[in-house]
């Protein structure tokens, strides 16, 4: 029987988690900067918040944005983590987020209703749904 050599390994490298398209990044950096802007502001049911903007569609492109982002915590029933604008990192918030984004681009609605399933509610999942296609759809305008 003939020994085996084991090679000595000097560091141990942890593979950096999949990295978002540059879109997706683009749409977390603007609502890093919403969020910011709106740390103060009171929080806002999702539903109602919704039917106004289904109702008045007049200058929605920032409203979408701002409404998410004032209600998330309740979609996601706790306190949401957000990075400084330009940050490189993602907190798990953002991840989340820009899946919900890349799957919206990439036309995979079975793996969005799987997201959006598994972290948020059943009573404020259309909302949710129907705030993130919106803001996606405003940066495909862009």
């Known amino acids: 029987m003939q020994a085996i050599a084991l090679q000595k390994v000097e560091k141990a490298y942890i593979s950096a988690p999949p990295q978002l398209a540059e879109r997706s990044l683009k749409i977390i950096n603007h609502l890093r900067l ?20 289904l109702a008045d569609p ?23 983590v957000f990075y400084q604008p330009g940050t490189v990192e993602l907190s798990f918030d953002e991840a989340w ?20 399933q598994s972290r948020v509610p059943r009573w404020t999942q259309r909302n949710l ?13 862009i």
């Open 34 to 53: 919403v969020a910011r802007r709106n740390r103060s502001a009171a929080r806002m049911d999702l539903e109602q918040a919704c039917a106004l903007l």
């Open 58 to 80: 007049a200058n929605s492109d920032m409203r979408h944005a701002e409404t998410l982002m004032r209600g998330f915590k309740q979609a996601v029933s706790n306190r949401p």
């Open 97 to 116: 987020l820009g899946r919900l984004f890349e799957t919206m681009e990439n036309g995979d609605d079975d793996s969005f209703w799987f997201l959006i």
């Open 129 to 141: 749904a129907y705030l993130v296609r919106s803001i996606s759809k405003q940066f495909h305008q």
